[in-house]
């Protein structure tokens, strides 16, 4: 019977260890930049520039506003030149759940989730003066509301990765090597669940 437990306790080590590799992307994460408890209100680095941000029991309720005619858009005022930003996340109306960053002259590259679909795009194109953001690639997903899922970011020089619910997308394209002056969440629709927020820098 002790032969079996040691054997047990080996494999979940093993497969523990496995997991924690399948989640670097690109980069390696290095330092924590920002992991709020979400019991109290953000702190100053944290800057609600659109919608409703409320902390509550562990989670981050996020919601448009209809007045405001944008998506809600809450900026963490931190550069990162290379980063692993991760969370868990639960659609409860929201339609459209982002996590991206910014150079101090605008976007720089996001990931887009929706119910059907994850993509990775770069921002920095313009049109007319307006960011035309092009997809770098996508992935299919099933999304349901009232369900959590893992969500991570990666980034360094002209690249970008993330994992959604289990599923890959990685990216390339000069514009994503532009220097960064901060990252954001952005909720389109009704409200998106957060938990578990974690900002590294990448090494």
Excluded at 120 to 141: C, M, P, R
Excluded at 148 to 160: I, N, Q
Excluded at 186 to 196: C, I
Aim: glycine share 8%; with cysteine.
């Amino acid at each position: 019977m002790k032969s079996l437990f040691l054997l047990l306790a080996i494999v979940l080590t093993q497969t523990t260890a496995f997991a924690d590799d399948a989640k670097s992307l690109l980069v390696q994460p290095g330092k924590i930049v920002a992991q709020p408890d979400l019991k109290q209100p953000l702190g100053a680095e944290w800057k609600a520039v659109k919608g409703t941000w409320e902390p509550k029991d562990g989670e981050l309720v996020c919601a448009e506003v209809p007045a405001d005619k944008h998506s809600a858009v809450l900026w963490h005022q931190v550069g990162l030149q290379s980063a692993v930003i991760e969370c868990e996340f639960q659609l409860d109306g929201g339609k459209v759940f982002i996590i991206g960053c910014d150079s101090a002259k605008g976007h720089v590259g996001r990931l887009v989730i929706l119910p059907k679909l994850a993509k990775i795009s770069e921002d920095v194109t313009l049109v007319n003066g307006k960011h035309a953001g092009s997809t770098l690639s996508q992935v299919a997903l099933d999304l349901k509301p009232g369900q959590w899922y893992s969500a991570r970011l990666e980034w360094t020089g002209d690249k970008m990765a993330a994992c959604v619910a289990g599923k890959e997308i990685k990216g390339q394209h000069a514009n994503l090597s532009a220097p960064k002056a901060r990252w954001w969440f952005a909720v389109a629709g009704a409200k998106v669940h957060l938990k578990n927020v974690k900002a590294c820098e990448g090494k």
